[in-house]
Antibody, heavy 117, light 112 residues
Framework: VQLVESGGGLVQPGKSLKLSCSAS????????MHWIRQAPGKGLDWVAYISSSSGTVYADAVKGRFTISRDNAKNTLYLQLNSLKSEDTAIYYC????????????WGQGVMVTVSS | DVVMTQTPVSLSVSLGGQVSISCRSS???????????LSWYLQKPGQSPQLLIYKVSNRFSGISDRFSGSGSGTDFTLKISRVEPDDLGVYYC?????????FGSGTKLEIK
């Protein structure tokens, strides 16, 4: 199992960014996927989930601003980040839903998003 | 939201020693389906987190039996025996019983 994030960078407040997570080594279409973030020097903060059938759930802090999606043909997970705020500055990890549910069994290496003017 | 409280914030242990980390949730983590979705993760320095334990006491693939999880309801414990240098890092508990999924604030393990 391998998860590789990309698309991070420095962006101004109010702007947008789209993160990607390329998956390999498993049947991507069969698994739910999560985004989790970690602000610099802080703990883990769950962001969003998309099921194998593309049902979605969001943390209140990002609801209405972030959109999680997936392209099973490309084995890729996405996170569209709009109306970015300084408090969105973090490393963003994609993670696979564990087989038993309720956990994250494989994580990517993370991608840094910095929101600053 | 379910608040996860981890203690201690940090601890130092000698190689070969044993440590326990406590995690308490503000609500019962027993799901309607009868499962308890409490997991433990280790984030080694400069790395992404890795799953150690799922559903309270089940070791993930490839995880040493030096790691053990226990507990029920709202009180959970991670025990690490025969501590090795590679065990250093920050340990997080996490609940996946109800959205939003939440994590404890972490316990930093240092080797004396």
């Amino acid at each position: 199992v391998q998860l590789v994030e990309s698309g991070g960078g420095l962006v101004q407040p109010g702007k947008s960014l789209k993160l990607s997570c390329s998956a390999s080594g498993f049947t991507f279409s069969s698994y739910g996927m999560h985004w989790i973030r970690q602000a610099p020097g802080k703990g883990l903060d769950w962001v969003a989930y998309i099921s194998s059938s593309s049902g979605t759930v969001y943390a209140d802090a990002v609801k209405g601003r972030f959109t999680i999606s997936r392209d099973n043909a490309k084995n890729t997970l996405y996170l569209q980040l709009n109306s970015l705020k300084s408090e969105d500055t973090a490393i963003y990890y994609c993670a696979r839903r564990g087989g038993m549910g309720g956990d994250f069994d494989y994580w990517g290496q993370g991608v840094m998003v910095t929101v600053s003017s | 939201d379910v608040v996860m409280t981890q203690t201690p914030v940090s601890l130092s242990v000698s190689l070969g020693g044993q440590v326990s980390i406590s995690c308490r949730s503000s609500q019962s983590l027993v799901h309607n389906n009868g499962n308890t979705y409490l997991s433990w993760y280790l984030q080694k320095p400069g790395q992404s987190p890795q799953l150690l334990i799922y559903k309270v006491s089940n070791r993930f693939s490839g995880i040493s039996d030096r790691f053990s999880g226990s507990g029920s309801g709202t009180d959970f414990t991670l025990k690490i025996s025969r501590v090795e240098p590679d065990d250093l890092g920050v340990y997080y508990c996490g609940q996946g019983t109800q959205y939003p999924f939440t994590f404890g604030s972490g316990t930093k393990l240092e080797i004396k």
